[in-house]
């Protein structure tokens, strides 16, 4: 079972566009955080964001965290093709706190 | 430094088969773990160590074991091969704490026949 839901599933967008994804998950957290996954590679961590920050920058990316609602965004600015690839958001679960993942969202960033 | 390195990369079993995946880091981590990735599943804990010596069951342990002799590696064992095996394994590892930033070996992929 999952903590972490994304949305979209699939986002397909142009160069050069922004590109936001969306993760909801359902118990409170100590942090959220964002992987990217390239097609047939491990994840790769991008930014953890702590339950009592509401913001974090890290390059082009901008996560966002809003424990009121359990839900936090990451936004990627001027995507370029090597942005495509799977998001996952992952939260710490359970009496040890070990990191559950998402579904994902697959962007598609067309030239 | 090479990181999280895994062998092999990819895999073909029988059925009733095993086979250990590999899983080493050069990085000091005390804690390591294991996720299978399946499509539309996302990734799910198989199984964790928090320490040499130290192993206890994910969420998806039948039909894996493991062990940690040394920090470095984290062998992941299938004892007896099954279709439903058939997926992607990631090792991954931390400084110390399964919330902490997790640092992902390339993967191997496993095809159960």
């Known amino acids: 079972s999952q903590q972490g839901e994304e949305d979209p599933q699939a986002l397909s967008i142009q160069e050069g566009e922004n590109a936001t994804m969306n993760c909801s998950y359902k118990?409170?957290?100590?942090?959220l955080q964002w992987y990217r996954q390239n097609s047939g590679r491990g994840l790769v961590h991008l930014i953890l964001?702590?339950?009592?920050?509401r913001e974090k920058h890290s390059g082009r990316l901008r996560v966002t965290l809003d424990t009121s609602k359990k839900s936090s965004s990451l936004l990627i600015t001027a995507s370029r093709a090597a942005d495509t690839a799977s998001y996952f958001c992952a939260t710490p679960r359970g009496s040890f706190q070990k990191l559950v993942f998402g579904t994902g969202t697959r962007l598609l960033v067309s030239p | 430094n090479a990181g999280v390195t895994q062998t092999p990369k990819f895999q073909v079993l029988k059925t009733g088969q095993s086979m250990t995946l590999q899983c080493a880091q050069d990085m000091n981590h005390e804690y390591m773990s294991w996720y299978r990735q399946d499509p539309g599943m996302g990734l799910r804990l198989i199984h964790y160590s928090v320490g040499a010596g130290i192993t206890d069951q994910g969420e998806v342990p039948n039909g894996y074991n493991v062990s940690r002799s040394t920090t470095e590696d984290f062998p992941l064992r299938l004892l007896s091969a099954a279709p439903s095996q058939t997926s992607v394994y990631f090792c991954?590892?931390?400084?110390?704490?399964?919330?902490?930033?997790?640092?992902f070996g390339p993967g191997t992929r496993l095809l159960v026949l």
């Open positions: 118990t409170s957290i100590n942090n």
């Open positions: 964001i702590r339950s009592n920050e």
């Open positions: 991954a590892s931390s400084y110390s704490s399964p919330w902490e930033t997790q640092y």
